[in-house]
């Protein structure tokens, strides 16, 4: 479990880096700088995300892939210790 | 709409269970600076606010702010899970544990449950943005407290983070301040409320 954690980080590095630039870009629609970050970090976001979830399954209600049994509800939950 | 993301914003492990640090930190949920005031007052000052930037500002923040909810939330689980009635007994915890065991509820550190008094939409776009402003300060200032009182760095790291995200928020209001000012009346920011008179 401690790659899911690990993996988790990277999620949540990735997700904080486009979160923060969308605020900073909301009171600086036409920066470049702050453009171009964000699309870097949009894609790196995605990348890690899209490997998130085939490893360890769905981060949102959205993501569920498999088949043959509901994923979203597996245990740990984000505020459970994480091993 | 809002779509949950099964992840804290922020990592939150915290290895020792200490119930005197959860009875303070539970204000950052329900007490007058806390995180669901925080998440109330933007998403509902959004609504009549005119400007598109200053209403992603509002949007983005207050939904940051159920984030920190939820951050604080996982934060006082953690330091109540496995206490024994003796450790509850000790720390003071029993006025807490009375009423909600170890459930997690919205309330300030003395015990008043949350109320929306704690939180302003005023409906004037100048208003709101200050009241913003100083709700960011405030929230600093009891991360500042909190941290002073706990000594665990498990406990601490999270709080530094949230510490933090208040200071990037007032600098944001700030800049949605300078929005609001600049659509006014440069001679009389107060000639007209934005978000109610016709606009002259």
């Known amino acids: 479990m401690a790659d899911r954690a690990n993996m988790l980080r990277r999620v949540q590095a990735a997700d ?21 970050y964000y699309k870097a970090h949009q894609a790196l976001r995605k990348k890690t995300v899209d490997e998130y979830e085939r490893l360890y ?8 892939e498999s088949q043959t049994e509901w994923k979203w509800i597996d245990s740990p939950w984000p505020w459970e210790m994480e091993d | 709409m809002w779509v949950y993301e099964k992840k804290l914003e922020y990592p939150v492990n915290i290895k020792i269970p200490n119930a005197a640090a959860a009875k303070v930190i539970i204000t950052q949920m329900g007490g007058p600076d806390g995180e669901l005031a925080a998440s109330m007052r933007y998403l509902n000052q959004r609504f009549s606010m005119p400007y598109s930037d200053v209403k992603g500002v509002l949007t983005d923040i207050g939904t940051e702010e159920l ?27 029993d006025t807490y544990f009375v009423d909600h065991t ?11 449950p949350f109320t929306a008094s704690y939180l302003q939409s005023k409906g004037d776009a100048i208003t709101d943005i200050f009241e913003d402003m100083a709700a960011e300060q405030k929230a600093r200032t009891t991360y500042d407290n909190l941290i002073r009182l706990v000594d665990d760095p498990d406990v601490i790291d999270p709080l530094k983070f949230l510490r933090e995200r208040e200071v990037v928020h007032f600098q944001r209001f700030g800049e949605a301040l300078r929005t609001v000012q600049e659509n006014l009346n440069p001679k009389n920011f107060y000639a007209y409320n934005p978000e109610f008179d016709r606009v002259r």
Do not use: C
Not at chain 2, 103 to 110: C, L, T, W
């Open chain 1, 16 to 36: 904080f880096a486009v979160e923060e630039a969308a605020l900073f870009l909301d009171t600086h629609p036409k920066n470049d700088k702050a453009l171009a």
């Open chain 1, 57 to 64: 399954g769905p981060l949102t209600v959205f993501g569920n």
């Open chain 2, 67 to 93: 984030a920190h909810l939820e951050i604080v939330g996982a934060i006082v689980y953690q330091l109540t899970k496995g206490l024994s009635i003796e450790e509850i007994k000790r720390s003071g915890f």
């Open chain 2, 102 to 112: 170890t459930g997690i509820y919205p309330q300030a550190a003395a015990g008043v």
